[in-house]
């Protein structure tokens, strides 16, 4: 599996994908999370559920670029859908995955 080796190893992730979308993020938490995968706030907070370090590279990238993308567009309509064809292309296959493995 070619999962993240810690969470500091995840958040310089989290970090390089933000410089890519120009998002500040001002603070970026790794922490047990029940019912959600990742969370952000309009402060610039990001959560991470820490189940994602045991995830495969790929589809932590579909959580970390799914919840930086909300801080232009607070819904999934066209638009953000869009924006995660342009940066993930077949973005659908990752959300299936995730939804399947876990």
Same mark, same amino acid.
């Given at each position: 599996?070619?999962?993240?080796?810690?969470?500091?190893?995840?958040?310089?992730?989290?970090?390089?994908?933000?410089?890519?979308?120009?998002? *500040?993020?001002?603070?970026?938490? %790794?922490?047990?999370?029940?019912?959600? $995968?990742? +969370?952000?706030?309009? =402060?610039?907070?990001?959560?991470?559920?820490?189940?994602?370090?045991?995830?495969?590279?790929?589809?932590?990238?579909?959580?970390?670029?799914? *919840?930086?993308?909300?801080?232009? %567009?607070?819904?999934?309509?066209?638009? $953000?859908? +869009?924006?995660?064809? =342009?940066?993930?292309?077949?973005?659908?296959?990752?959300?299936?995955?995730?939804?399947?493995?876990?």
């Amino acid at each position: 599996m070619n999962h993240w080796r810690d969470r500091e190893e995840f958040k310089a992730r989290v970090r390089e994908w933000a410089t890519t979308l120009g998002v *500040e993020a001002r603070a970026i938490y %790794v922490r047990p999370m029940r019912n959600k $995968w990742a +969370s952000c706030s309009t =402060a610039g907070t990001l959560s991470f559920n820490d189940e994602l370090i045991t995830m495969d590279r790929e589809l932590g990238d579909y959580v970390i670029v799914h *919840e930086l993308l909300h801080f232009f %567009v607070p819904n999934h309509g066209k638009l $953000w859908k +869009s924006l995660m064809r =342009a940066h993930l292309g077949e973005w659908e296959k990752m959300e299936g995955e995730l939804a399947r493995r876990y």
